[in-house]
């Protein structure tokens, strides 16, 4: 099944597809995925989680999987909760600071926001 994105009208998670438009139910509107597309350019950096959740500066994130660290002794355990995340452009776009690690970049695919 296709990430179909809320319908911009109402915010309605219930789009769906019919003659390559996007419809919704609740209120009838209908777009294209060329104009979400177009959108999200125009707002800049769009980070999204696993879940597909859109992140903010300031966000707080959960690991969802253990992730080894370079140097460090012990991986950042999945549950590990990261507060005030900071995006960022490239691969590891999320930079924040976890409690016993001190400042790391993560990638947003092994997070959640919390």
Not at 19 to 27: A, F, N, S, T, V
Not at 88 to 110: P, Q, R, T, W, Y
Request: charged share 30%; aromatic share 6%.
């Amino acid at each position: 099944m296709e990430n179909i994105p809320a319908c911009p009208a109402c915010n309605s998670p219930y789009g769906y597809e019919l003659d390559g438009k996007l419809i919704c139910p609740e209120c009838s509107f209908e777009w294209t995925f060329d104009t979400v597309l177009e959108e999200e350019a125009e707002e800049g950096l769009v980070v999204k989680d696993s879940n597909g959740t859109i992140l903010a500066d300031g966000d707080a994130v959960t690991i969802i999987k253990d992730l080894p660290v370079k140097g460090a002794p012990k991986p950042i355990k999945a549950g590990t909760k990261v507060k005030s995340i900071r995006l960022v452009e490239g691969d590891h776009n999320i930079d924040c600071k976890i409690d016993g690690f001190g400042s790391m970049a993560l990638k947003s695919e092994f997070v959640k926001k919390a």
